[in-house]
């Protein structure tokens, strides 16, 4: 089976190309935790895959476009872009918590607390262009979502949402600029109980919705 032939499919699975894409990832990922994002070159992983670099180059054009499929795949392990379908029939508080709850999982994750770790220690040339590409990569696109769920409630009057992508900017960071986050970040024990966590992601979802009630329209 010829590597360029991206027509052909592994039995009943994924096509081969979606597959090895998957795998470029996965072990980019794991040498930007290894080496550091710096050190870590496009070589690097060709030789890990035992591939060509002109097979990765053939999937990405180079190591920032990989460098960010790496951040949205993590982020699409918490968040995928289906998530919010799920939601329809769900009122706001309990659609909201849900988002709450994955919001919180993801950036409390060993993956998201190590890249932020890493770009904190590269150099500030880099780190520049690294955090662009990680605020492009992974915030944004999950703000994004969430600033479209907060539409649809919106258009469904269950809230008041002038505003949809500050309110998303809001309400991410509530669950961003928590002491659970935080701790998480620092590595300080112990770990808060899911109880703790599900009673904070519901205090952020009331609070959230009282300052977006539907009679302030």
Known sequence: MKETDISVKRGRGRPVNEARREEIIATASRLFGELGLKATTMEHIAKELGVSKLTLYSRFADKDEL???????????????NFFAHFEHLAAEESL?????????????????????????????????????????????????????????????ELYVADPILSANIFAAMIKGSDIVLRAYMEITPSPTQEQIEGYCAAVVKSFIASHLPNAR
């Open 97 to 157: 918590f849900r988002v709450a709850l994955a919001l919180l999982e993801l950036l409390t994750s060993e993956g998201e607390l190590n890249m932020e770790r890493m770009l904190m220690g590269v150099d500030s040339q880099e780190r520049s262009q690294l955090t662009r590409l990680f605020y492009e990569a992974g915030p944004t696109q999950v703000k994004n979502m969430i600033a479209n769920h907060l539409t649809v409630l919106d258009r469904k009057k």
């Open 67 to 81: 460098f960010s499929a790496v951040i949205k795949n993590k982020c699409q392990q918490h968040i995928p872009e």
